[in-house]
């Protein structure tokens, strides 16, 4: 592989020159998300109703499925988060990949239950180990000023992975789902680790800076008759202070709220849009258009990012997901649907990459990684229960209403923990002084006064 990749590289290095390398690794974000988004997030639901349709196994026990490998995301998050700080995202993504692409292989032998927990519980490991939270590191440590555009840009990936899914139906109704689900694991072995080959962990280790920007001069410094002085201190937390911070709870349960209806939609979309009347067909139509308006969220969202209040934009895309998920439950006809996919779409787009840029802004890229694993814990509760209350209330009253329902009015709240994640306070400064005769940080005991 290395031998057959050297023109590759030799092209790119070619491409490059001008080019802010940054960029480069936002185009290999993407086309990771684009392969993970198309042959699992995105086709998950189409694999569950063919699962269904053969096995005859409850809606419950795909939510169950779901939620396991929720769970080992999360707690698995914080050793993730710090290997990737400690090793960079490129080896991540090499193992991520390898473990994904050996499970859609395996994937494609599924005779049970037990078979199809384990190969799935595969499959999640090795994306969550190569995609979005590596991916967002990586993109982190290059950006700071385009960051929201830059991360923008990569998740769109994953919306053309979605817009990408109808080739997946295609695939399953011509050949089955055991063919494409083998095919899937190939692409993916093939494609990640070329891609892999070119991500690096810092624009230092190329001897770039971040945004690409020349180093600036040191300012002078000013007399004693100017203005304010702001003494000089990292503006990045350490794990430990970001876990301190109000701020970081409130980001993660908003998190976690709105994860709570993505989930829900991940595992059950489909079987509710057929329990509505429409066809696999239809639904992968539906699935077409929300991803379209989530890459317009995600690209606009980007660049809104860099220029608006972020935080109040995650509560605005809060409400969003609440009123798109009324929508779908009381479908009064197909207009409703559409309405759901349009409003869904623009608010998953625009929430997910800036809501990482907001974590980056406020805590700096130093333990990014780790503060991003330790986030994971606590989205990971929303991420797996809203499969299964979605789930197990379906099979209780026969239909999504009553559990859509719920998971709307628990979502709800995620408006006002973003509204109320505020900048946190750096531990050690900076600190302002307007009069004094000499320039020194206050004391702890002075900060207590």
């Known amino acids: 592989m290395p031998l057959l990749l ?31 988004g198309l042959f699992m997030f995105h086709a998950f639901g189409f694999y569950v109703e063919r699962l269904e349709e053969e ?11 779901f ?19 400690r090793f960079g995202p490129r080896i991540m993504i090499r193992i991520g990949i390898a473990t994904t692409g050996i499970g859609f292989i395996l994937f494609s032998f599924v005779d049970s ?27 982190v440590n290059w950006f700071e000023k385009k960051r929201s555009m830059a991360l923008g840009l990569m998740s769109a990936g994953f919306s053309v992975g979605g817009l990408l899914v109808f080739l997946v139906v295609l695939a399953m109704d011509e050949f089955g789902w055991r063919a494409t689900s083998l095919v899937a694991g190939i692409v993916i072995l093939i494609v990640g680790q070329i891609v892999a080959s070119f991500i690096h962990h810092r624009p230092e280790d190329r001897g770039e800076t971040i945004d690409g920007e020349p180093v600036p001069e040191a300012p002078a410094r000013p007399g004693l008759a100017g203005g304010p ?15 301190r911070s109000p701020s970081f709870w409130f980001i993660s349960i908003g998190h976690g709220a709105a994860v709570l209806i993505i989930g829900a939609f991940m595992v059950h979309l489909v079987l509710h849009l057929e329990n509505l009347g429409y066809s696999a067909f239809i639904s992968s139509l539906i699935v077409l258009l929300m991803t379209a308006f989530q890459l317009v969220g ?38 409703m649907i559409v309405l759901f996919a349009v409003i869904n779409g623009i608010a998953w787009g625009t929430r997910g990459p800036m809501q990482q840029a907001l974590r980056a802004d406020y805590f700096g890229r130093r333990d990014f990684g780790k503060i991003m694993g330790f986030s994971s814990l606590i989205v990971m509760f929303g991420m797996m229960s809203g499969p299964i209350i979605a789930g197990a209330m379906a099979d209780a009253f026969g239909d999504y ?13 995620g408006t006002i923990f973003f509204a109320m994640a505020g900048p946190p306070q750096h531990p050690t400064g900076p600190i302002w002084y307007k009069r004094w ?13």
């Open 6 to 36: 050297t023109p590759l590289r030799q092209r790119v290095s070619s491409l490059q020159e001008g080019v802010f390398y940054g960029w480069w690794m936002v185009a290999g974000g993407f086309l990771i998300q684009t392969v993970l």
């Open 55 to 65: 096995f005859k196994w409850s809606k419950t026990t795909f939510s169950l499925a």
């Open 67 to 85: 939620a396991m490998t929720r769970i080992e995301s999360g707690v698995l998050g914080p050793i993730q988060g710090w290997a990737i700080d």
């Open 113 to 139: 239950v037990t078979t199809f927990f384990l190969t799935y519980f595969l499959i999640a490991v090795g994306a969550s180990m190569a995609g979005f939270v590596t991916l967002v590191v990586a993109v």
């Open 229 to 243: 002085v702001v003494i000089p201190a990292s503006e990045d937390f350490t794990t430990g202070e970001a876990l």
């Open 298 to 335: 995600q690209i606009g969202g980007g660049y809104l990012g860099d220029r608006l209040n972020k935080r109040l934009m995650l509560a605005g895309c809060m409400v969003g997901h609440v009123v798109a998920l009324l929508l779908v439950t009381y479908s009064a006809g197909f207009w």
């Open 401 to 413: 209403e009553r559990g859509f329902t719920v998971l709307a009015v628990i979502a709800g709240l």
């Open 437 to 449: 005769p000499l320039v020194r940080r206050l004391t702890f005991q002075e900060r207590l006064a």
